[in-house]
């Protein structure tokens, strides 16, 4: 464990995350529900998510496989034979009072998650189980509410939990930690893993000892955690917290507390309603789920190339920058997309010049991504053929690119339209050299004395009476004979 | 001519002789004539029941196949949901509850032309023997209006005993369907686990309950089990396996049919004279259709009530926790939520119920948990073995489905273990998943007292075959007539 920055040197930190992320599948976990956020309140319900007397649940094949998904891209080890329970407790977001989530038998087992420092924090499983829904008090809490409105639209929504092992030792590396899982969730698509709408959320348990110890210090579960950076701040705050109470001699108390991200602080929710005895047991209403290896190892191939694999591969076949390489994966489509530019340009190198260039710019500039523009890789493609085959100039492209990514027109089109082609009639190039010789004898003299600057203006001259259209090598080669 | 049993009447409906609209309402006036002495329903649904029948004539005028239960009254347990129709599973806490769906069963029963006429009482959440545990009244036993009609299913036992519908549904959880055919002379059926589907049927224990028909004879048990069963997609724990033609496989003698006979069994009758002279002629009436009886063992059978009273609360317990006041059901409004819950629950359960909640939970809680709930799974699982090794020698079992014929109203009530007790003979084949049923074998003391057979997983139909040998050659349904009876009232 390295030590907290600022820490004093005696403690250090331990840290280990809960994660549940929603998965992205049609429906419900358990019932034919639709699967979707944002609904009215209480239009995504029937029967069976509602707890109705006599509803049963049947499980969801493609939740099962995308968690099966979920774990092999990060390593886990696949349990060939699971079983769901039953998690008893009394809370009115949950239509059955109890959850059905898997105890000591997860579909995984094992795996970890690689920060970019190249440490790997190892997960302990990730378990398959139903969200509940959504409660909205009158008053500030369920207990001091006269009233509290239940939406159950989330309710039996597809979960898992990712449960780390306490390896993470600071608020930066459990950023990191997060940051990573969501980009294998988005990249194997499971998730669309939003923690402002709640498809990722995060428990952090933190805890501190003297540094190099074994034992593992008590313990406090931080619940409230809305975003990445909420999740950094809580943990910092709690570590100085427990610093705090160890340097006034306080004992720390194993607890729930709250962030709160006005005051940016953690205050106690240990009250009677989390104290629970949960009296898990099988759930007799669902069968066991026993996955061949068959089905795993076809789950298995289709899998997508993962960001790390992408990354290696860009750099090694591409040519490009560890840097560039990072960038370019960032996002799965942002990848697919450069991907198909330097497939159906031939130039990866140019590709990711453009895509992070040109492309990247016109795209921001009008609050755009590469989902929502028009322009589609093989338009892009198409415009790196016209500079590499010379019929426009590298200056032209930019011009066009704008068209090309927010209207989605052709490229071609657009420079037939604007002229932007290039002349390449050595006659009609000759007579722009010529006038722009005639008309700046200074600059000539001043390249034949030696200025070297003189020959680009030179050029820029001739550019400019030929509009732009002008071959520029032929250009620069016609003006060296002349000067020559 | 009479018309008691569902095939009659859908033979006489396919001839011509009788309407749908007729047999309804001949039903409809049996139950009206015999309600206040038998207090069997919870709700009858007359013009829902004749709406329907008018559009089982039509289909029959337009040319359409009969369905298997076509134009045949049926009554069915309160836990079963009718869609539209109250289902208060004998609770409080249930009381206003109109599911906005139907059980799977229910679907398939009207699927097949039956025409389900109303809801029967129960015990509460189907735990009890004697239909006692009611939150809205108790039903008497058709042979003796002092007694009960056992539980849980009694209102559909007694509607049938009755002769005032000829097919009734209950469920069965530990006995609740057996026991209650024992004690109104009728037959009744527990399917396998697993052959029916338990979808839109009031959970009390999941891994136990199992719906199944009670008829006056074998051959409407075995239509009505084959109109019901099958897999059903809404039901995980429903069995992918065919259903077959169970009335192809009723049999009239018994040769080449080993029978078991369960050494244990035998031990505990034989204090009682009258029981185990009973059941010692239903076996020799057995030999005498031609079977071979042969003793078998279920050496674990005397752990089953033990291990029953921890699986069964321990899967109510939770089950029964959505019954809270906030969504459906009776609310009793507390200054906070948790506090709602807590007297909705208080004010919603019976005594019997709460007993059950607390003893599950108490199986479930940490500490006692392997103990008692994961120690008596390991004994379910014993108990399977010992019907596999059973199977092994013999073809059936024939043994008691009950200890005694029915009891007084009140006799029991006051003692939970005397009760729990009734269902000594019934409960290893729940626990087993077997199939079993009970068809009737005679009286004692002028009350009437059933057979159990069971069969191997999945092998209803050889149950069936044994079980109308003997009920043709015995007839003992068609030998008394009980004190309040609709009489032959399905007159064409
Ligand atoms: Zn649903």
Redesign the pocket.
Known sequence: MSKVIGAPADTEAVIGLEVHVELLTAS?MF???RNAFGAPPNT???P???GMPGSLPVANAKAVEYLCKAGMALGCTIAEYSKFDRKNYFYPDMPKNYQISQYDMPLTTGGSVTLPSGKRVNLTRIHLEEDTGKNVHAGESIARSAYTLVDYNRA?VPLMEIVSEPEISSAREAEEYLAELKAVMSYIGVSDVKMHEGSLRCDANVSIRPAGARELGTKVEIKNLNSFRSVGRAIEYEIERMRACVREGERIVQETRGWDEGSGTTHSMRSKELAHDYRYFPDPDLVPLELGRALLSRWRTELPELPAAKRTRYVRDFGLSEYDAGVLTSERSDADFFEAVAAASGNPKQAANWMMGDVRKVLDRAEMTLASARGRPEQVAALITLVANGTISGKAAKEVIESVMIDGRQPADVVAERGLAQTSDAGAVAAFVDQALHANADSVASYKAGKEKAFEFLVGQVMKLSRGKANVEMVRGLLKERLG | MTMNTGHEIREAIARGEVSAVEATETALAAIAATERRLQAYLQVTPERALARAKEIDAAIARGQDLGLLAGVPVAVKDLFCTQGVRTTAGSKILENFVPPYSATVVRRLEAQGAIIVGKTNMDEFAMGSSCENSAFKATRNPWSTEDVPGGSSGGSAATVGARCVPIALGTDTGGSIREPASFCGVVGVKPTYGRVSRYGIVAFASSLDQAGPMTVDVRDSADALEAIAGFDPMDSTSANVDVPHYAAQLRNDLKGIRVGIVSEFEESIAPDAAMHALYKRAYEDLRALGAELVDVSLPHSKYGLATYYLIAPAEASSNLARYDGARYGLRVDGPDVFSMFDETRAAGFGPEVKRRIILGTYALSSGYYDAYYVRAQKVRTLMKKDFDEAFARCDVIACPAVSCPPFQLGAKSQDPVAMYLMDFFTIPMSLAGVPAMSVPAGYVDDLPVGLQLVAPAFEEGRMFGVAHAYEQATRHAWARTPIVYAGDGHAA
């Open positions: 419900k019932c034919g529900c995504l319900v029937c069976v998510c509602l039996g």
